[in-house]
């Protein structure tokens, strides 16, 4: 056995120095113990006990090899080590993160129709969340070019503010602030006359949807109603749905991050009323409308939660478990004047 043991030392010691294509250690070892087993089996006398040998032997080898492709020390069946993931760099430390939640919250809520002024980087984000590079419109440093972009996504400046008054959405904080402006027509002075009547006329709207008996409403979203905090587009959309089903909503959502509701209300509903063909012939009503009534979105959703209790064991208002529901969006921004007459389609 002192030959095995020398001649497996001999191996280990030479194998770092093997050429590519030399047989691991493991094999070595195996080789190693399967000459030394037909070398002395061979001189026992008793045919049982080499037998017995040879199997035990043939056992250890196996071990041997196992052990050593499961440590993984030879170096020509080592793993090599993968490379590190390269951010971009738009996307690197707390000002990336910002952009990030800019650049997504421009993909998914504003309307795909507008021409967006960026800088390189907010360019590189957004182009990585979606945004359509035909939809772009790089503007450096120079705000006063992003005069013909409908948004402006950018840090925070007095250019960027006299260029696109209008602040649509808000991100991050101190020197990392990421904003979404644009420029309304007729200029800052006649949008903000717009907004304050149209904020008055959402709230005369809101409260009498809560005097139809075909709209069931919660005391959250009665407070919403009444206080001008929900689109215009919705509260049409409501009043044109509520002509055909009964309805209840559910929530109202889609606020602007950094705006308060009066200024960028609610920009989606979602309610449930009708059973399933009722709800999809009013997916397919909401659907065929044209701007400025045309949903960025509708899909019929079903609502999680809720009580397990059949339908007509609930109290009124309450929703049953998975029960379908229909989900309208709007676009931002909310274009002012729809309830007034000066609406901008």
Not at 126 to 138: E, I, T
Not at 164 to 189: I, K, N, Y
Not at 323 to 344: K, N
Request: aromatic share 4%; net charge positive; charged share 10%.
């Amino acid at each position: 056995m002192e030959l095995a043991g020398s001649q497996a030392k001999a191996a280990i010691r030479a194998a770092p120095r093997t050429l590519p294509g030399a047989p691991s250690w493991g094999r070595v070892l195996a080789t190693t113990v399967s000459l030394w087993t037909g070398r002395r089996v061979a001189r026992l006398r008793h045919p049982r006990l080499a037998l017995f040998l040879a199997i035990c032997l043939a056992v250890a080898a196996a071990a041997v090899v196992s052990v050593v492709q499961f440590t993984g020390t030879s170096p020509r069946t080592a793993s090599p080590a993968r490379p590190h993931q390269v951010r971009p760099a738009w996307a690197l430390g707390a000002a990336g993160a910002v952009r990030a939640q800019a650049a997504a919250w421009v993909a998914g809520q504003v309307s795909s129709a507008e021409t967006v002024g960026c800088d390189p980087l907010m360019c590189a984000a957004l182009s990585a969340h979606g945004v359509a590079a035909s939809r772009l419109l790089p503007v450096g440093t120079d705000a006063s070019a992003a005069a013909g972009a409908g948004v402006l996504v950018a840090s925070l400046s007095v250019g960027d503010q006299q260029v696109a008054p209008v602040l649509l959405a808000s991100f991050g904080s101190g020197a990392s602030v990421v904003e979404v402006r644009t420029a309304p027509p007729g200029g800052s002075a006649a949008y903000q006359r717009a907004v304050q009547a149209d904020l008055a006329a959402r709230r005369s709207a809101g409260t009498q949807l809560l005097h139809s008996r075909r709209i069931g409403v919660g005391a959250g979203t009665a407070g919403q109603l009444q206080a001008g905090e929900v689109d215009t587009r919705l509260l049409i959309m409501l009043a044109m749905l509520a002509s055909q089903h009964p309805w209840q909503v559910v929530a109202f959502d889609g606020g602007s991050p950094g705006v308060p509701l009066t200024q960028a209300p609610f920009r989606q509903v979602t309610i449930t009323g009708p059973d399933a063909g009722g709800l999809a012939a009013s997916l397919a009503l909401v659907r065929a409308q044209r701007a400025p009534y045309q949903p960025a979105q509708a899909v019929i959703v079903r609502l999680p939660g809720g009580p397990a209790a059949p339908s007509g064991q609930l109290a009124q208002g309450q929703l049953a478990q998975g029960q379908l529901a229909l989900r309208i969006d709007f676009a931002a921004p909310s274009p002012p004047g729809l309830l007034t007459g000066g609406a901008s389609g």
